[in-house]
């Protein structure tokens, strides 16, 4: 069966910091990769997502994520942390052949002033 | 802008009453989704539908059901609610099946049971 682990339930991290959020999944065929992040008391927002083609993806708010087939993982990073970046940030998978979404556990990220 | 509402953000019930979770989307979307979120579980797929009057089972369908009458709407019932079923539940749309253009989500119902 398709997993998606998340290997870190909390991530604090000091503000201005490099953040990695670290997913790995299991598929042996092609996916589609999702970051999705829940900020306290509201429900999931799509941050971003790779379909195909680069491998590095990038969402409006300075997160960006690498495709890595050969160790199937989606990693998100971001190089310098604010405080509006304390939230849930859950993985998710899907594979490409029309099935549903697996998300991960979460992971839960507080960014110390 | 496009959303997906839930009609209630907290909600108390006692055990054994009959509660109705209702969530509706402007976005003309086929694919509706009812998920419930428990720490340290991530999201699990109670139901979903893909089209009106269309239902199938998700990985924890024991203790729910749901009815889609219309496109725009799809309600989630717990026959019976028992303590276990206190949770963050939440309901999402999708443009295609499995959510390849992402998922959206509504923000999501606190229930309690008690």
């Known amino acids: 069966a398709q997993s998606v682990t998340q290997l870190d339930s909390q991530v604090p991290v000091f503000e201005e910091a490099p953040v990695e959020l670290r997913c790995n999944y299991s598929s042996s065929v092609s996916v589609y990769l999702f970051w999705y992040v829940q900020y306290p008391n509201q429900g999931l927002q799509l941050l971003l997502k790779?379909?195909?083609?680069?491998?590095l993806v990038e969402s409006i708010n300075g997160f960006e994520a690498e495709f890595n087939k050969s160790q199937t993982s989606f990693h998100l990073r971001k190089p310098s942390v604010h405080i509006s970046d304390t939230a849930e940030y859950f993985c998710a998978v899907v594979k490409t052949s029309y099935d549903k979404v697996i998300f991960g556990p979460g992971t839960s990220l507080s960014v110390i002033p | 802008d496009v959303k997906v509402t839930q009609s209630s953000r907290y909600l108390v019930k006692r055990t054994g009453e009959k509660v109705f979770l209702e969530c509706v989307q402007d976005m003309d979307h086929e694919n509706m989704f009812w998920y419930r979120q428990d720490p340290g579980l991530g999201l699990r797929l109670i139901y979903f539908s893909y089209d009106v009057k269309m239902k199938e089972k998700g990985d924890i369908p024991e203790g729910y059901s749901v009815s889609r009458e219309k496109k725009e709407r799809f309600s989630l019932i717990l026959e019976s609610a028992s303590t276990n079923q206190t949770s963050m539940y939440l309901c999402?749309?999708?443009?295609?099946?499995?959510?390849?253009?992402?998922?959206?989500f509504g923000s999501g119902t606190r229930l309690t049971v008690v």
């Open positions: 999402a749309s999708s443009f295609l099946k499995a959510g390849s253009y992402g998922y959206t």
């Open positions: 790779y379909l195909s083609g680069s491998t």
